[in-house]
């Protein structure tokens, strides 16, 4: 792992820089690249704005590890909010959430209950839910979660992190279950008994996974194959493997972070694929900006760029 990289993810988990840096007016323009405001108004503005380029979105309010049920309680009714009304808008745009979010520290059924709650008015709505991966400690209470959600509701999909060892076998057993699976590298400082520690293993096993996803007998069951990714190199890889064994463009996914990359967004949904964007909003951002920082670290270009121009 870069010194780069391992110096952003710690900084991710600091609290005395979550609470001091983000006033820094410098740190306040620089993340605006990233997403387009903190509240659910400024992501719909943006997702409205996509849709028009033929793009569509998924949301996400910004915050994790949730200690308090008041607020546990508070951000799954904003998410109920926020789905409700999406579908008043007519608007391609589906709810990602964390687990955490929802209570998971606090107490794992309560957090489940919400959880179910918003799986059922996305259903009712027409629409899809994901549940976000955080650190790889959560990840097999998540799988519970969501094999278990899953039973109840079709339309359900995971984050799964390509620098995890495991991932292989999580993949396979999920998409067998008719899981959607959105496959990003992974943006948490995990130790090396864990994770792949440098960045062209998880290259090359994300390549090895993003295969076995467009496998017709991996879509078999309904699994729904999404890559979340900015690396132009990779799109291009998994495009002509797709190409190469007959998957047609519409039947596999790329999901993009606003604000990046948005030439490659736009001429992918020229050329046929299938492109969402998420949108990121909330004022719990400075941890999921860093991580963001940690997954590109040449994005620090950017935050230069920001502080001097």
């Known amino acids: 792992m870069s010194v780069a990289r391992t110096l952003l993810l710690k900084a991710s988990n600091s609290k005395w820089l979550r609470e ?11 993340v605006s690249r990233f ?15 996509m849709a028009a380029e033929g793009i569509t979105a998924v949301f996400t309010r910004l915050g994790e590890n949730v ?3 008041a607020e546990a309680d508070g951000v799954a009714g904003h998410y109920l909010e926020g789905i409700d009304r999406i579908r008043g808008l007519n608007l391609a745009c589906e709810p990602s959430i964390k687990l955490t979010q929802l ?6 059924e309560l957090a489940y ?14 629409n899809y839910l994901w549940v976000d991966m955080e650190q790889s400690s959560y990840v097999d209470v998540t799988l519970e979660l969501t094999r278990r959600l899953r039973g109840e509701f079709p339309r359900v999909g995971v984050c799964l992190q390509a620098y995890l060892y495991r991932t292989r076998e999580d993949l ?12 990003v590298k992974g943006a948490y400082n995990e130790p090396v008994g864990v994770a792949f520690p440098r960045k062209s293993d998880v290259d090359a096993n994300y390549v090895a996974l993003a295969q076995v996803m467009l496998e017709a007998g991996s879509r078999a069951g309904g699994a729904r194959p999404v890559f979340g990714t900015h690396d132009v190199q990779l799109i291009d890889t998994i495009r002509r493997h797709a190409a190469t064994i007959g998957v047609k463009p ?20 020229h050329d046929g694929a299938s492109v969402r964007v998420l949108i990121a909003y909330g004022d719990y951002w400075f941890p999921w900006y ?17 502080i001097f121009g």
Do not use: C
């Not at 108004?41 to 943006?46: G, I, P, Q, Y």
């Not at 396979?172 to 496959?183: S, Y």
């Not at 519409?250 to 992918?268: D, N, S, V, W």
């Open 103 to 108: 209570g998971l520290d606090i107490d794992r």
């Open 172 to 183: 396979v057993e999920l998409m067998g279950r008719g899981i959607g699976i959105r496959l």
């Open 67 to 69: 200690r308090d049920l």
């Open 20 to 30: 001091h840096g983000t006033k820094a007016p410098f740190v306040r323009r620089a």
């Open 113 to 126: 209950g919400h959880l179910r709650d918003l799986a059922a008015r996305a259903h009712a709505a027409g």
């Open 290 to 306: 860093m991580r963001r920082l940690a997954e590109r670290p040449a994005n620090m270009w950017f935050v230069a760029k920001n």
């Open 250 to 269: 519409a039947e596999f996914e790329f999901h993009m972070l606003y604000g990046i990359q948005k030439a490659t967004q736009l001429r992918l949904a």
């Open 35 to 49: 997403m387009p405001g903190e509240s659910f108004d400024d992501m719909l503005v943006a997702a409205r704005a």
